[in-house]
């Protein structure tokens, strides 16, 4: 798949940056065998998920204004992706 076919979402959130990442952890951890991903790499500002067939999703967090901006990148769990956005709770809240 060429990169512009990825999808990229973003969400604003009041969490800071390392308790998003130790949600995602979470969250990408306990989802059913099909949509499970676990731990590939990680660091202070992101960190990476293979999954099914190798699928990659990799999450992104620098501070922003109010909170914590999130970026999540991922070919084929773009649902998953913003599920985990939805229990994030928002600046616009």
Do not use: W
């Not at 960190?47 to 970026?71: H, K, L, M, N, Y």
């Not at 649902?79 to 809240?93: K, Y």
């Amino acid at each position: 798949m060429a990169p512009s076919q990825r999808t990229l979402q973003e969400f604003q959130t009041t969490l800071a940056p390392n308790d998003v990442l130790a949600r995602a952890k979470d969250f990408f951890s306990r989802r059913s065998p099909l949509y499970s991903a676990f731990i590939d790499k990680e660091g202070p500002t992101f960190c990476s998920f293979r999954g099914q067939g190798g699928e990659e999703i990799v999450i992104g967090v620098s501070p922003a204004d109010g909170g914590t901006r999130v970026t999540g990148s991922t070919y084929l769990f773009d649902m998953q992706l913003a599920r985990f956005f939805s229990t994030l709770p928002s600046v616009h809240a």
